[in-house]
């Protein structure tokens, strides 16, 4: 299983690494051209391998803290703390690699639903977002107990929770704008660089930036920071060329 573990990391990190060079191709390119498409597909492959090897290695030390962490335990004087230490850190990490997951999917399944939504209700597409909201709820309960650090366990936990709430309103809800779709494709996109630019900072770069201490928490928000604001930009530029009145069910 240690094997196992630490090749995925490896593919973790060598999809990581191509999929914050990608990202910006499809984002930059003209929407519905032939390099959009290409690059998009390849980014989305990419960040499906990053998302699916965080959750299954999130998952295995969750599961098994003290296999996984044996040389931790080894010198731990606290065990019990470290336990705690290691469930609130890597429920962080859960939550993070799910709604990175969540948001490719969103992305790709809107392309899939611009005039058919009852293709968002299927199962295999739900089960991301409600178990993005479930662990979402838990890291928030860490947060408050203090198990984790309360700044990002707040601001994960309540971006993962409105995170989940948005792609279900959008398979749920009885009618939606025309545009819709357009809207989730180019957010849920912005959102999965959001998350592995947040994963390159917090975590590939952590080394570096550990010697900023607490300043360090300011590479974990800033992506977060600066894509809601460029969702918010785009959002209304196709809010505003294309209008909102007209709906489809």
């Known amino acids: 299983m240690l094997t196992i ?14 999929a914050m060079m990608l990202f910006w191709i499809p984002i930059t390119t003209r929407k519905g051209g032939l390099n959009h498409r290409r690059f998009g597909q390849a980014y989305t492959i990419t960040m499906y391998t990053v998302a699916v090897s965080a959750i299954l290695m999130s998952v295995m030390v969750l ?24 469930y609130g850190f890597w429920t962080l990490l859960l939550v993070l ?3 990175t997951y969540t948001a490719v999917n969103q992305a790709m399944l809107a392309l899939k639903t611009k005039r058919d939504r009852s293709l968002a209700r299927q199962a295999h597409h739900i089960i991301a977002p409600v178990a993005l909201f ?9 947060a408050i107990n203090g198990t984790v650090n309360q700044i990002l366990g707040y601001v994960f936990s309540i971006f993962g929770i409105i995170s989940a709430i948005q792609v279900l309103h959008y398979a749920y809800s009885k009618r939606v704008a025309a545009n819709r779709w357009l809207i989730e494709h180019l957010s849920s996109m912005c959102g999965s660089g959001i998350a592995v630019y947040t994963a390159f900072f917090a975590f590939g770069a952590r080394h570096v930036l550990s010697e900023l201490g607490q300043w360090q928490l300011i590479f ?4 977060g920071l600066l894509g809601g604001i460029a969702i918010h ?17």
Not at 233 to 249: A, I, L
């Open 5 to 18: 573990h630490t090749s995925l990391l490896y593919l973790h990190i060598l999809a990581g690494v191509i």
């Open 63 to 86: 599961i098994a803290p003290e296999y996984f962490k044996a040389g931790w335990y080894a010198e731990s004087t606290n065990p019990a703390q470290l336990t705690r230490n290691i």
């Open 97 to 99: 690699s799910l709604l």
């Open 134 to 142: 479930i662990a979402s709820l838990v890291l928030l309960a860490q």
């Open 220 to 223: 974990w928000i800033a992506p």
């Open 233 to 249: 930009v785009w959002t209304r530029k196709y809010t505003v060329q294309s209008g909102v009145k007209k709906t489809v069910p």
